[in-house]
């Protein structure tokens, strides 16, 4: 296949993906409403105005918003044969059906990964792949070629599988805003707990990283402390994290089961604190 692709709109996630095809050796065009005539860092060559040969490439990736893609597949132009691809990992095939309808080889090029503002190509990653037999074969070569590990999903676990995305990497984000607040009402400026925290988040990222599951779980639930995490829960008493604490410490608790190495009594004592209900500890 000529390595050509075309992508439609330019977001973080389409820029990423632009510079690291171009990088691979395709020649790649991409547009977007907002655009005028913006390079990327690799050299890849923006549209202004849609030319009318748009979207002429083999592969046409549509790089937009999840609302924005079943109405852009409904009205850009493609022909038979190309294969179109959406970059969501929510959405499934059938915001494509229109692409299909008029003989398009459809599928999804979900890379799992934050992309943040400025991201000069996409970092080595899981992708999550999804199409027609064809689109499949064409989008899982393009990810290896980009140094991405394809992988497959049922089309019924779309929804489960970017809520776990999202935990992930939202989640995070979010999570550490929640204590970035508890510090905060100690007294430290914002700024100032965030860079307390972030050498802490770095160092239980990369247990989980040499670890894995159960075994980069530490504190006080891995140890069996019930009277530290009673501490916590009082502290938390009147603060808004302490829903967030519990669901989070339930997990925990199952972790540290599965980790073997405290007494069980212990953290049947945990259980208890936490209010797990029987028929889930």
């Given at each position: ?21 171009t ?28 030319p009318?040969?748009?979207?002429s ?17 409904a009205?850009l ?31 999804s ?7 943040p503002?400025g991201?000069?190509?996409?970092p080595?990653?899981f992708a ?6 064809r689109?499949r ?28 995305a ?13 204590a970035?607040?508890?510090?905060a ?7 100032e ?11 239980a990222?990369?247990?989980?990283e040499?670890?894995g ?34 669901a ?22 945990i ?8 028929d889930?500890?």
């Amino acid at each position: 296949m000529e390595r050509h692709a075309d992508i439609v709109g330019f977001g973080r996630i389409g820029e990423a993906l632009a510079v690291s095809l171009t990088r691979a050796g395709w020649t790649t065009r991409a547009w977007s409403p907002s655009l005028r005539g913006r390079a990327t860092a690799a050299g890849a060559l923006v549209e202004g105005p849609r030319p009318e040969d748009f979207p002429s490439a083999p592969v046409v990736f549509l790089a937009v918003s999840d609302a924005a893609v079943a109405e852009v597949a409904a009205n850009l132009p493609v022909r038979p044969g190309q294969v179109v691809a959406h970059l969501s990992g929510a959405l499934g095939l059938d915001a494509l059906a229109p692409a299909a309808e008029r003989g398009a080889e459809v599928g999804s090029l979900h890379p799992l990964v934050a992309v943040p503002s400025g991201q000069d190509g996409l970092p080595p990653c899981f992708a999550a792949v999804e199409g027609s037999p064809r689109a499949r074969a064409v989008l899982e070569g393009i990810a290896r070629a980009l140094g991405l590990r394809p992988f497959s999903l049922p089309p019924e676990g779309r929804a489960a599988y970017h809520a776990a995305a999202s935990l992930a990497a939202n989640g995070l984000v979010a999570l550490e805003s929640l204590a970035v607040r508890i510090l905060a009402s100690l007294g430290l400026r914002r700024d100032e707990a965030l860079a307390a925290l972030l050498p802490l988040v770095r160092s239980a990222v990369d247990g989980l990283e040499r670890r894995g599951l159960p075994g980069a779980l530490t504190g006080p639930v891995a140890r069996g402390d019930a009277s530290t995490v009673r501490r916590h829960l009082d502290a938390l008493a009147e603060s808004d994290a302490l829903a967030t604490y519990r669901a989070l410490f339930v997990e925990a608790l199952r972790l540290a089961r599965e980790l073997g190495e405290a007494d069980p009594a212990r953290l049947d004592a945990i259980a208890e604190i936490l209010a797990v209900p029987d028929d889930q500890r």
